[in-house]
Structure formats: structure tokens, C-alpha cells
């Protein structure tokens, strides 16, 4: 049964950083797209970094030159390491997987964790 858990959420003032884990169970990152994808209060879900199987990354425009997704192949395990964190930064994050297209903005995933929070506040 596939798991995602992810952890590393919490409260934090702008400009600050947060680094965000997910462990995956029966998924691999080295044979999935994995990705990171976040709701706000009163929005959509909006795609924010993916990585494919073979380690290469896409980014949302909004998330660029702030924020790093990483795995651990060995540990099967997600990483999203978020830098100057901004106010619109703020919403549930997701670990996500797909054997599909994989892609940052995409949000086909088959598979998602039930969410880590993140609040930036000023």
C-alpha cells in the first residue's frame, strides 16, 4: 500500500526557511515523478517542484531560485527546501507521485500524503 508521509511544516516569518520531508512507502523515487503541490485557504491546489526518476527538477515561475526539491533514492525519501519564504507562500504542502507525465505544475498525480502546514507570517 502506498504511503506518503510528509513532515517539517510549522510556523515561520518571512524570509525565513523551512525544509519539508516526505516518506514515501511502496513508491520509489528512483522509479517515480515525485513532486510537491500546495493549497491555500480559499484556492486551488497550484503545483510547485517536481523530480523526476532521473533526478532532474522543474519549478513553478512563483517558487524559482527560493525553493529546492531533492530525493534520497536510498531513503526513499522527499525533500523541498524552501528559502525566503514569502506571505503567499503559505498553505498545506503535499508530497506527490506519478508514474506519468511529471512535470511542476502538473497536478496528475496518482498518489498524495495528507499534507504538512506552512505559515509565513511578517
Known amino acids: 500500500q502506498v504511503q506518503l508521509v510528509e513532515s517539517g511544516g510549522g510556523s515561520v516569518q518571512a524570509g525565513g526557511s523551512l525544509r519539508l520531508s516526505c516518506a514515501a512507502s511502496?513508491?520509489?523515487?528512483?522509479?517515480?515523478?515525485m513532486g510537491w503541490y500546495r493549497q491555500a485557504p480559499g484556492k486551488g491546489r497550484e503545483g510547485v517542484a517536481a523530480?523526476?526518476?532521473?533526478?532532474?527538477?522543474s519549478y513553478v515561475d512563483s517558487v524559482k531560485g527560493r525553493f529546492t526539491v531533492s530525493k534520497d533514492s536510498a531513503e526513499n525519501t522527499l525533500y523541498l527546501q524552501m528559502n525566503s519564504l514569502k506571505l503567499e507562500d503559505t498553505a498545506m504542502y503535499y508530497c506527490?507521485?506519478?508514474?506519468?507525465?511529471?512535470?511542476?505544475?502538473?497536478?496528475?498525480?496518482?498518489?498524495w500524503g495528507q499534507g504538512t502546514q506552512v505559515t509565513v507570517s511578517s
Open positions: 506527490a507521485a506519478t508514474d506519468g507525465f511529471c512535470s511542476a505544475s502538473s497536478l496528475n498525480y496518482k498518489y
Open positions: 523530480i523526476n526518476r532521473y533526478g532532474t527538477t
Open positions: 511502496a513508491v520509489t523515487p528512483s522509479t517515480y515523478c
